[in-house]
């Protein structure tokens, strides 16, 4: 059989087995797998050089598969080569009858890829549109700095290709470099409600990537050799630094006329139409496979065997050392610094320790301080700068973690919200993602509000009451108060497998800690330890609480002060500290509600136990203020206000 003929049989093949198991599932996208057939049939047969039987093999070229609901197409090739997948104990070649359990409770075959779910085929999680390509480019980046001759292939839907991200990639890979990545538009002309706009249309598709400066080929996507020779252009190309795309011209359906053209996104057939497209499948077959004489049959190539890289990792030092060793001795003498610019020196010192830490910047490197990492000529290659593209900085920060990279990714806190999506597709890819946003909350002051973040303590914290795939937190909250604290966090995110988010500000602050002290995630420091009431806060109200304790001190009224630092926390430590205060706490934290307040709020009910509880966080909308005291005072939240609140919980009036 000649590979052409080879190439549309097993097409042919694999589409039976989408209609097969989606039917079986009752759901799913066939129509949109079999529009990926023969690309999906030539790159897992013939031209990614992989193991099925170690398919997360470290030199293996990688497919990612932006339009995660093609998926069953993958499934189905997977199970024909007889890939192994599987969890724990689990692990085993997967076959035919495996297909039968798409999304079904107990299957490895989720609806939408995931590898975290037992299909290690695939290195992250898709299925929210327009965020593989990014994921693709995180992984090509590693393997270039790593040396590999890797290639990393991405399919991406038409209509998927209107998600700006999509765009934020395609600059990114241009900016870098990576042209060991390759963007595959399929381009079937159907979105889930209607036809693709003509903005995606194809001829429109290759003057966009044209004019971004890739080399582009239209193909059809349906053409065997077409489609292999421009796999193997881009081989021939990918040591060099001039990116490629291939615009594939596909049908949705493919084969089965019955059911393509509208109506059948998410729509698998049944009955008496399944049985339809069946036939119209077997007589594709026959129009396409009989005339061709036999001359060649599709093989997989394995990858370049992997030698382990002696990879030294040392422990970071100190904060007090660091200063040390960049003549910053002043700044301990003065006993004031910002916590993000004690980030910047945790991930210069981190960088010099461990070679697996990247750093990604969002075009705010000299304010989030990322920029110290650069200061460090050996660390340059490692330092991916992101432009203002959030969403496509953290998926590039998934890929580089599917690679084994520590990625750190850095921005205004307020800007990170672009990117919620993303960072929930990396908590359920399982990535090992460290997220810092500078900025937060309202002592950014002049900026004014489009500058504060404000809701993103409530947002990252949902994720703390969940667990991952790991077991642990779905995510660590972390709000240094102090330069200390924040860079002994930075190290402990480090450390931590799984997705961290830190809160650092833009204010210089007094030293409330010291070097000696250790930080760990999922616990608090008890700075005061009064009897009458406690007050739980983090971040930059650590300090103004710390002036509202001299207020109430002279009041009569012996508070407590802890340093919540940490979001999950050990809430049996932290309800034994408020019985031993009369069951009075009161929380103070500069952001809108649902962040610090909601957590405690839930331990004191979890408890059952019987406790006074006050909330003070933002509740309005701010405006610029000249200073720190100024915006303090306009949310309420001076050091006056606190002690005002706390006062009035015990029935005692404090003066100003």
């Known amino acids: 059989m000649s590979f052409e003929a080879a190439v549309h049989a097993k097409a042919l093949q694999l589409n ?9 599932a009752g759901s799913g996208h066939p129509t949109s797998a079999m529009s990926i057939s023969h690309i999906v049939t030539v790159l897992m047969y013939h031209t990614m050089r992989w193991l099925p039987d170690h398919p997360r093999y470290p030199t293996a070229d990688r497919l990612v598969l932006s339009e995660g609901h093609a998926v069953p197409i993958v499934y189905a090739a997977f199970a024909d080569l007889r890939g192994v997948f599987g969890r724990g104990q689990a692990i085993r070649p997967m076959t035919s009858e495996d297909l039968r359990t798409l999304r079904q409770n107990d299957s490895f075959l989720d609806g939408h890829p995931n590898p975290m779910e037992g299909f290690p085929f695939f290195d992250a999680a898709t299925g929210s549109l327009g965020q593989g390509l990014s994921i693709a480019a995180g992984v090509a980046a590693a393997a270039r700095r790593d040396g590999l001759r890797r290639h990393v292939y991405c399919v991406i839907g038409d209509g998927e290709a209107r998600e700006g991200q999509v765009t934020e990639a395609l600059d990114f890979i241009i900016d870098h470099g990576l042209a060991n990545v390759l963007p595959i538009f399929n381009c079937n002309g159907y979105g889930q409600a209607d036809a693709v706009s003509g903005q995606q249309s194809p001829e429109v598709l290759e003057r966009k990537l044209a004019a971004a400066g890739y080399t582009v080929r239209t193909i059809d996507g349906h053409d065997p050799s077409a489609i292999k020779a421009t796999l193997d252009l881009f081989a021939e190309r990918s040591a060099g630094n001039q990116p490629m795309a291939i615009v594939a011209r596909t049908v949705k359906g493919w084969g089965a006329p019955c059911i ?3 109506g059948w996104h998410g729509k698998p057939p049944t009955g008496r139409k399944l049985e339809q497209a069946r036939e119209e499948l077997n007589a594709t077959g026959v129009s396409l496979t009989s ?9 997989i190539y394995p990858p370049d065997e992997h030698r382990v890289p002696e990879v030294e990792v040392s422990e970071p030092i100190t904060l007090d050392e660091a200063m040390r060793r960049l003549d910053m001795t002043h ?7 910002a916590t993000r610019k004690a980030y910047g020196l945790a991930l210069r010192m981190l960088g010099l320790s461990n070679p697996g830490v990247y750093v990604l910047d969002a075009d705010v490197r000299n304010s989030t301080f990322a920029e110290e990492f650069l200061k460090e000529k050996d660390l340059t290659p490692r330092f991916l700068e992101c432009r203002i593209a959030e969403q496509n900085m953290i998926s590039v920060g998934v890929g580089l973690s599917a690679a084994g990279k520590i990625p750190f990714c850095s921005s205004f806190a307020k800007f990170l919200t672009r ?10 890819s399982g990535a090992n993602l ?3 946003g500078s900025h937060s909350g309202i002592s950014l002051a002049a900026d004014g509000p489009s500058q504060m973040a404000l809701p993103d303590v409530a947002w990252f914290r949902a994720f703390t009451t969940m667990r991952d795939h790991h077991g642990g937190p779905g995510c660590y909250l972390l709000q240094p108060a102090d330069a200390f604290a924040a860079y002994g966090l930075t190290m402990a995110m480090a450390r931590h497998h799984g997705v961290c988010c830190m809160r650092t500000f833009r204010p210089d602050v007094e030293f409330i800690y010291d070097s000696n002290h250790v930080f760990e995630l999922g616990r608090f420091e008890v700075l005061t330890e009064g009897r009458d009431l406690l007050i739980v806060s983090a971040g930059y109200m650590v300090h103004e609480c710390n002036k509202a304790l001299e207020r109430l001190d002279r009041a009569g009224i012996d508070a407590s002060l802890v340093d919540l630092y940490s979001i999950p926390f050990d809430t049996d430590a932290l309800l034994d500290l408020a019985n031993r205060n009369n069951g009075n706490i009161l929380t103070v934290e500069d952001n809108f509600g649902g962040g610090i307040g ?39 939240l001076d050091a006056e206000s606190i002690a005002r609140t706390a006062a009035k919980m015990l029935g005692v009036a404090v003066g100003s």
Not at 16 to 24: G, I, K, N, T, V
Not at 291 to 299: D, F, G, V, W, Y
Not at 603 to 623: H, N, Y
Request: charged share 20%.
């Open 16 to 24: 039976h087995a989408c209609l097969e198991m989606c039917a079986a």
């Open 260 to 262: 393509q053209g509208g």
């Open 291 to 299: 005339a061709l004489s036999p001359n060649e049959q599709l093989r």
């Open 331 to 337: 700044v301990l003498q003065g006993g004031k610094f």
């Open 419 to 428: 990117a919620y999506d993303q960072i929930e597709m990396a908590i359920y």
């Open 434 to 436: 460290k997220i810092v």
């Open 598 to 636: 909601s957590a405690v709020a839930d331990a004191c009910a979890e408890s059952g136990d019987a406790f006074t509880l006050q909330q003070m966080c933002v509740r309005r909308i701010p405006k610029s203020a000249i200073d720190e005291p100024s915006i303090l005072r306009q949310c309420g």
